[in-house]
C-alpha cells in the first residue's frame, strides 16, 4: 500500500502537466495560422518571402487592407456576404424549424420525406449547379441577391430540419398537451411552449447555417459575376500571372473571420448546450 501511494501521487502530478501540454499544442496550432496570417497581412511586400523570416515588421503597413477593401471590391464583397448570409440563415432558421416540428409531431409523410431531406445534402453541388445556372439564366435570378439566398437556403434547411428534428423528437408531448388543456390553440402551444424549449437547438442550427453559407464557394461563383458576387469569390482576384498577393489575400481573410467569431461568442452559450442536447436526443 505505501508503493501504491506515491504511484498515485505523481499520476496526479502529472495529469495537469499533461493537460497543460495538451492545451499549449491545441492553442500553437489553432493560433499560429491566425498569427501567421495577420502578420502577413501588415507586412510590406519585401518582407513575405525572406530568410530568416519577418516575425513582426518593424514598419506595420495597412495599405494590404485598403487594396484588399476598396482595389480589389472586398468591401462590396463583404457587404453581399453579410446580406445574403443573414437572409438564407433566417430563412433556413424558420423553414427549418416548422419543418421538422412538422415531421416530429405529425408524422409528416413517413419515414420517406425525413430521409428525404436529409439526402439533399448527399447530392455534390457539383451535380447540380448547371441546371440551376440554366434555370436562373431564364427566369433572372442569375447574379441576384435573390437567387443566391434561395440556393443558399435549399444547401443549408437539410442540416436545419434535422438538427430541430432531433430536438422536437425528444421533447415531451406531454407539455404541449397540457397547454392544450389549459386552453391554448396548437399554434399558441407550439409558440409558446415548444419553440422556447427548442430555442438552444434553433440557435445552432442557424449558427452553422451561416457558417456554411459565409464561407460557400462554389455557388457563388457559378451563380453570380459582377453585382451579387460574395466575399470568397474576391479571394481568386488574388492569384493571377504576375504572382499572388499575398498582403491583400491575409487582410481580407482577417476582415472575413470578424463576422464568425463575433457570431460565435454571441452565440456560445446557446450553441453548446444546443449541440449537446441535440446530440443527446438524437
Known amino acids: 500500500m505505501a508503493a501504491v ?22 492553442l500553437v496550432f489553432v493560433l499560429w495560422p491566425l498569427y501567421w496570417m495577420f502578420n502577413t497581412s501588415i507586412k510590406p511586400s519585401d518582407d513575405y518571402l525572406t530568410v530568416p523570416p519577418v516575425w513582426f515588421p518593424a514598419a506595420p503597413t495597412l495599405v494590404h487592407y485598403k487594396a484588399a477593401l476598396f482595389a480589389y471590391r472586398g468591401l462590396d464583397g463583404l457587404i453581399n456576404s453579410l446580406i445574403i448570409s443573414l437572409s438564407a440563415t433566417v430563412l433556413s432558421a424558420l423553414l427549418g424549424t416548422l419543418m421538422a416540428y412538422s415531421l416530429a409531431r405529425y408524422d409528416t409523410g413517413g419515414k420517406h420525406l425525413s430521409f428525404w431531406v436529409l439526402s439533399q445534402r448527399f447530392l455534390p453541388p457539383i451535380g447540380i449547379v448547371l441546371p440551376v445556372f440554366l434555370i436562373y439564366r431564364q427566369v433572372g435570378l442569375y447574379d441576384t441577391h435573390v437567387g443566391l439566398i434561395i440556393a443558399y437556403t435549399v444547401f443549408t434547411l437539410p442540416v436545419s430540419v434535422w438538427m430541430m428534428f432531433a430536438y422536437f423528437r425528444g421533447m415531451p408531448k406531454s407539455m404541449e398537451e397540457a397547454a392544450l388543456v ?25 449558427v452553422f447555417a451561416f457558417i456554411a453559407c459565409w464561407t460557400e464557394f462554389f455557388f457563388a461563383l457559378i451563380l453570380t459575376s459582377r453585382t451579387a458576387f460574395t466575399l470568397p469569390t474576391v479571394f481568386r482576384a488574388f492569384i493571377g500571372f504576375q504572382g499572388a498577393q499575398y498582403g491583400e489575400a491575409a487582410a481580407l481573410a482577417i476582415v472575413s473571420l470578424v463576422p464568425s ?18 446530440a443527446v436526443r438524437g
Do not use: Y
Not at 7 to 26: E, N, Q, T, V
Not at 187 to 203: N, Q
Open 182 to 206: 389549459d386552453g391554448c390553440t396548437r399554434w399558441e402551444a407550439f409558440w409558446r411552449v415548444a419553440m422556447p424549449l427548442a430555442a438552444p437547438g434553433i440557435v445552432a442550427a442557424a
Open 261 to 278: 467569431i463575433a457570431l460565435g461568442v454571441l452565440a456560445q452559450r446557446h450553441l453548446v448546450r444546443g449541440l449537446t442536447l441535440g
Open 5 to 26: 501511494a506515491p504511484a498515485r501521487r505523481r499520476k496526479r502530478r502529472s495529469l495537469p502537466i499533461g493537460r497543460i501540454l495538451l492545451l499549449g499544442f491545441f
